[in-house]
């Protein structure tokens, strides 16, 4: 068990400043430098970590921009080399960060996605074409309905003149006799 240590010295402070600087500058975070600088004063991670951000980080503002700046760096050419690495293919084993395990995962359940979208498409598509047929065959009867009901309204037109003609005829005999 770690005991508390309220007194920090010149030394602990270096060895702290000095951890935490080599840690970001090699890319890694400064919960890393203060848990194992930790260890080697007998202090917890979170009392290095309050020293380190109460006391002594303003006193190496220069030098930790300078650091996290190589250590994004390091991380870019980290990245860029393990992004050069290829794929899995035919079989062949290759190292790969968790980060292109998910990438490649996702890429083969889009893949996967996609052909179901493929097999709705063409589905929805047969439908479509059903349907749009339907609609013509529709469009036709309508048409043929359309123009028998306007045959239809013809000779009715023509029927009701007939009547009334013959009506007027009728009025015109009773008046005559």
Known sequence: MKTRHDAWTLENDQLLAEAVLSYVQNGRT???AFKDIGNRLNRTAA??????NAVLRNNYTKEFEQAKM???EISLNKKE?????????HGEMIQLTIDECIHYLSQVRSK?????????NARLTEENKKLYE????????????TNHKQKIDHRY???FRLI?????????KLLYH
């Open 47 to 52: 009392a290095c970590g309050y020293r380190w």
């Open 70 to 72: 190589r250590g994004k």
């Open 112 to 120: 996967e996605k996609h052909t179901h979208i493929l097999d709705e």
């Open 164 to 172: 009334n003609e013959v009506q007027l005829i009728e009025e015109e």
């Open 134 to 145: 339907k609609k013509q065959t529709l469009l036709n009867k309508y048409e043929q309905l």
């Open 157 to 159: 037109k023509a029927l």
């Open 30 to 32: 400064q919960s890393a």
């Open 81 to 89: 080399a393990h992004n050069n690495q290829q794929v899995l293919q």
